[in-house]
Structure formats: C-alpha cells, structure tokens
C-alpha cells in the first residue's frame, strides 16, 4: 500500500473519529433542551458564523473530492456525512434562536446541498469545472473559516464562559485535521494544496479553543466577564 492510500484510509479513520465529535456537540444542544434550566437557550453562544462556514468548509471538499482524476473517496463520502451533521446543528440553531440571521443560512446550507449533490451525478461531464469552482470555494472557505472561529473564540473571551459548546468536537476535530494535512502531503501540492491550507487554519484555531476551555476555569478575568453578565 503506497502513502497515498495508508494516509488516504488514516485520514478517512480521523474523519469519522471527528464526526463523533460534531455528533457530540449535536448531542449537547439535545440535552440541553431537555433541561428545564437550558431549555430555552440550547445554543448558547454557539456560532452561527463558524458553524455556517464549517458547513461550507466540508461541503466544499465533497465537491472538490468528486471532482478529482480519479473520484477521491476518501474525501468525498466522509465530508457528505459532516455536511449533513453540521446542517443539523444549524437547523438546531434556528430552532433556538428563530432569528432571520439563523434562518437565512440554514436556507442557503439546504440550496447548497442540494445544488452539490446534484453536480454528483454530472461531475464526470464538468470535472474541471467543479474542481475550479470547489477550488476557489476552499480558499474563500478558508478565510471564512479563520474569520468563523475567530468569531466563535472571541464569544467565549468575551462572555468568559464556553456555554453550549462541545470540546469533544474540537479535540476530534483536531485529530482529523493532523491526520488531513499528512494526507494532503501524500497527494502532492499539486492536488492537496487546499485540502493542507484549510487543515493547518483549522488546526489552530481548535488548539485555540482548547486553551481557552481551561481558560474558563482558571482566568479571574474570565470569572469576571461571568459575574458582568449575570449582572
């Protein structure tokens, strides 16, 4: 077995590790609302930005995965299933918040689902039409997405507290991201350049949120914000 596929497998294993994390932070906004004291704020302080761009991130590498010489499996169907999770989320989003902010992303999530899903069926018709338009949405998605968690860290810096979110989605997240940029190096940068470029932003930004979980615990400034809010 050449590095392409020993990496190609190790990175698809991360991937449905890290899924179980975005499946835990699913499972954090159930439980809330099902405690009476939480109930009515299931998704406190998760970021609609950073989950809106996290969609994107995975349902632009499901299209830029089927639209590589040959079909990427490794990459398509583990990305299909983190769209679908992340939408989820975002649909829970709304459901707490019935904002027209969290309204109109959900909308835009479910256009460009379907919209991609179908550009499945003809990917072999527009292959390098799909490859630059999925390449071009990475990069745009990259920025968002260092943007989307600067967002999302600022919110806890800011409040003191981690609210609703799940640190297992960012400790899975995490390993899938190691296991990525080592993957992209086995594709060459020809081919892996996006797939490294958005590991490495995401990366970070989870060792970010990571800190920032202990931080909470320690920080007399973080106890502070807690006390001002309260207030």
Not at 169 to 185: E, G, P, R, V, W
Not at 212 to 217: A, I, M, S, T
């Amino acid at each position: 077995m050449n590095s392409y596929n020993t990496f190609g497998a190790i990175n698809t294993l991360f991937i449905f590790i890290s899924l179980l994390g975005v499946l835990s932070q699913l499972r954090t906004i159930w439980r809330r609302k099902q405690c009476a004291a939480t109930e009515h704020n299931a998704a406190e302080l998760l970021s609609l930005n950073q989950f809106s761009v996290s969609f994107l991130a995975y349902f632009s590498f499901f299209v830029y995965g089927y639209s590589l010489e040959p079909f990427n499996h490794y990459i398509v169907w583990p990305r299909l299933i983190a769209s679908i999770l992340v939408g989820l989320i975002l649909f829970e989003i709304w459901r707490d918040r019935q904002s027209k902010a969290s309204m109109t992303c959900l909308a835009i999530a479910v256009i460009i689902f379907i919209l991609g899903s179908a550009g499945l069926s003809i990917g072999n018709s527009y292959s390098d039409e799909s490859r630059l338009l999925s390449t071009t949405l990475i990069v745009v998605v990259t920025l968002l997405i260092g943007q989307g968690y600067y967002h999302q860290i600022m919110l806890i810096i800011r409040s003191g507290k981690t609210g609703a979110i799940d640190l297992r989605m960012s400790q899975f997240i995490l390993m899938m991201d190691i296991s990525t940029i080592a993957f992209a190096l086995s594709m060459g940068l020809n081919d892996g350049w996006p797939l490294l470029t958005l590991a490495i932003v995401s990366g970070i930004t989870k060792l970010i949120i990571m800190f920032l979980f202990r931080w909470v615990k320690i920080s007399s400034t973080a106890e502070l914000r807690r006390m001002e809010n309260v207030a």
